[in-house]
């Protein structure tokens, strides 16, 4: 792997940061959770990557499809499974059976859920769309109300 850089973006809801290669992006941090020690700050080799982020939090639709990202490190079946989440439409969500079985592995749910919990690549491969079988909301791996404010926005006023 290529070395990491790290760049902050300042958003209408904190400050995201994002560590990242020449290759892609290689892990998203939630505003306040990013660790003490990161690699040097440069600016992102994908300009439009900031821009994408602020306006997805102000609640439009974002064009972020084409930003590489790295999954290195990851077990075949989380990224199938990751892949099948990138999948699921701005707006909707699916149950942790149907991402399972889009990843070729139906009976899988529960190791979906764990898998989920490692996504590096928060909003890039939305997993705060995959919820619960009984429309509960489930577990999340960024920090507490953010699925929920996420899933809330993606409705929009109108529906919320």
């Known amino acids: 792997m290529d070395e990491l850089y790290s760049c902050r973006v300042e958003t209408c809801r904190g400050c995201w940061t994002i560590l990242f290669h020449r290759g892609g992006i290689y892990e998203i941090f939630f505003p306040g959770t990013a660790p003490r020690r990161l ?31 790295d999954m290195s490190g990851y077990p075949p079946f989380t990224r199938a499974l990751l892949g099948a ?40 491969v939305p997993c705060h769309r995959v919820i619960r079988s009984d429309g509960r909301p489930g577990g999340f791996s960024g920090p507490p109300g953010w699925k929920e404010m996420l899933l809330e926005l993606e409705r929009g006023p109108a529906m919320g």
Not at 51 to 69: K, S, T
Not at 101 to 106: H, R
């Open 39 to 69: 690699p040097p700050q440069r600016p992102l080799p994908w300009p439009g990557l900031e821009r994408e982020l602020q306006r997805y939090l102000e609640g439009e639709r974002p064009a972020w499809e084409g930003y590489p990202l």
């Open 85 to 124: 989440v990138r999948r699921i439409p701005y707006g909707e969500t699916r149950s942790y059976r149907e991402v399972a079985a889009a990843a070729g592995s139906p009976r899988a749910w529960r190791a979906a859920g764990q898998a989920l919990k490692a996504n590096r690549h928060p909003l890039l």
